[in-house]
């Protein structure tokens, strides 16, 4: 469940005094800066307000400039939650616009954010602060959102090891299936898994209801998080969601109207196919994918 840093009256005054502020008092400066973090699977974001423009003069302004600075931060982060990439053809502002979801979630993701104390310039004609909202339980809150698709089971499955998770390097470009381009692997909530036969092998519909909280689907990471200097050769924060004997696949291309997608090749697909173990770590989302490093923070 979404937490927000406020709650109950606190968070309704602090609303109200938001939408008090007057129309065209408050500036910005530079706007709200940041990143999203797809291997913490978190966004960072800091901005800061010019109280001399605002009108607000210290030290009897300072519960106003607070205000000020959370309608600052309020409005500001609200086109950065909307613009996160759900799949290869969405992002969550779509969402929005179709009635799948409700703008609450946007607020109450924006409200949930841990932030720092604010911060005064040395002539207390700006104030700051820094806030970070966790992502990794976005999941559950758009659980319903699509339609559900089964989990594929062979009819003739092949004998396969049982291993503890699944990782698909994608480290560098690869080919873009139906185009003759190639291009990295683009980070997002809901990836699917292809394989070579353009079978659909994993998708969020897939992960069971009810993800341990904290828990996500997705698991973006870097190339030396599988190469650690240890008897599983996995970091230990990895260890966590692959275990220590995962199955190691190598994307041959990536598919998607945004190339969100890793391919990867029939033989590997069957592997993860043809046990029941195996299967179960799609359904407990027990999957990593390997990106490039500066594939891992989109800021803004």
């Not at 990439?85 to 949930?112: F, K």
């Not at 998607?256 to 029939?266: A, C, L």
Request: with cysteine; net charge negative.
């Amino acid at each position: 469940m979404i937490v927000s840093f406020l709650n109950g009256r606190g968070a309704a005054a602090l609303m109200l005094a938001v939408c008090l502020l007057p129309a065209g008092a408050l500036e910005v400066k530079g706007g709200v800066t940041g990143a999203l973090d797809w291997e913490k699977m978190r966004i960072d974001a800091e901005l800061s307000v010019d109280l001399a423009g605002a009108g607000i003069r210290l030290p009897s302004g300072r519960t106003q400039a607070e205000e000020a600075l959370f309608s600052g931060y309020f409005g500001s982060i609200q086109p950065v939650i909307l613009s996160i990439r759900l799949d290869s053809s969405t992002v969550m502002g779509d969402l929005i616009h179709s009635g799948e979801i409700q703008p609450s979630l946007i607020d109450a993701l924006a409200l949930q954010a841990e932030r720092k104390p604010p911060r005064y310039s040395l002539d207390f004609s700006t104030i700051s602060s820094s806030y970070t909202i966790n992502l990794k339980n976005v999941g559950s809150q758009l659980a319903g959102y699509g339609e559900a698709a089964p989990m594929i089971r062979l009819v003739n499955p092949a004998s396969a090891a049982d291993y503890t998770g699944i990782v698909v390097i994608a480290d560098r470009e690869l080919p873009v299936h139906g185009r003759k381009v190639s291009a990295e692997l683009l980070p997002c909530l809901f990836p699917r898994i292809w394989d070579t036969e353009m079978n659909l092998i994993y998708d969020r519909t897939m992960t069971r209801p009810g993800w341990e909280a904290g828990f996500s689907m997705v698991h973006y990471t870097v190339m030396e998080n599988i190469f650690q200097n240890s008897p599983s050769g996995i970091s230990e924060d990895l260890q966590r969601v692959v275990g220590d004997k995962p199955l190691r696949i190598m994307a041959r291309g990536i598919f998607g109207i945004n190339p969100t997608d890793p391919v990867i090749d029939r033989a590997d697909a069957v592997t993860i196919l043809s046990s029941e173990a195996n299967r179960r770590l799609l359904s407990e989302g027990r999957v990593a994918f390997i990106v490039p490093r500066s594939a891992l923070n989109n800021r803004f």
